[in-house]
């Protein structure tokens, strides 16, 4: 049982460009949102998080927004730098669960 | 030291055999994670850890998984009598305390490989 889908296993996006990335979950006990960055042969690093007291967040280029009602989060990366080029991973918890739920990645390149 | 230590980096065993996997999360951090990524696959949750007790546990896959933590400081996470479906890296990650406190600093994973 997914309870948190990525479903475009990757995505290719121009330098200079907006990537976006989507994410869905299924469990309504969610309350708190992260999005992790992952490049080859390192953990996973902290992005960018959302509380659903809210709909969006932004830190720099980052925004992420949260859309409740559909289930729906996505992360915005603006303008795309190579240096986006990883694996993101959206996480959630439900509270006082204590543990971040995974999806199961997408693999973002930015080209030149 | 100043991020979450795993050890070994990489381990390849042979089928039947036991391993052990050892943590060294931030000083200070009171919660310690389990995660494995088999490939392919998203973040997996094991186990979390808060102090020396593991309040929840519910994602070790069979009774061939246990961890344990000492002190409040480093964990290890035994496999015995591996299979080859526990080929995979095996990630763990601190934190300060509760979730919306803070995010969870992982560490660069042991990745597990058995023949």
């Known amino acids: 049982d997914q309870q948190v889908k990525q479903n475009s296993p990757s995505l290719s996006v121009q330098e200079g460009r907006i990537s976006i990335l989507n994410c869905d979950y299924t469990n309504s006990m969610f309350d708190y949102f992260l999005w992790y960055k992952k490049y080859p042969a390192e953990g996973p690093t902290f992005l960018i998080s959302i509380s659903s007291i809210k709909d969006k967040n932004e830190d720099g280029r980052f925004t992420v927004f949260l859309n409740k009602s559909a289930k729906h989060l996505s992360l915005h990366i603006v303008p795309s730098q190579p240096g986006d080029s990883a694996v993101y991973f959206c996480?959630?918890?439900?509270?006082?669960?204590?543990?971040?739920?995974f999806g199961q990645g997408t693999r973002l390149t930015i080209n030149p | 030291g100043a991020g979450v230590s795993q050890s070994p980096s990489n381990k390849v065993t042979e089928k039947g055999k036991d391993v052990e996997l050892r943590c060294d999360p931030i000083s200070g951090h009171t919660a310690l994670y389990w995660y494995r990524q088999s490939l392919g696959q998203g973040l997996e949750f094991l186990i979390y850890?808060?102090?020396?007790?593991?309040?929840?546990k519910s994602g070790l896959p069979s009774d061939r998984f246990s961890a344990e933590r000492t002190g409040g400081s480093v964990s290890t996470l035994t496999i015995q009598r591996t299979q080859q479906e526990d080929s995979a890296v095996y990630l763990c990650?601190?934190?300060?305390?509760?979730?919306?406190?803070?995010?969870?600093?992982f560490g660069e994973g042991s990745r597990l490989t058995v023949l």
């Open positions: 990650a601190s934190s300060l305390g509760r979730l919306a406190d803070g995010e969870l600093f």
């Open positions: 850890f808060q102090g020396n007790s593991a309040p929840d």
């Open positions: 996480a959630a918890s439900a509270w006082g669960a204590q543990k971040l739920v």
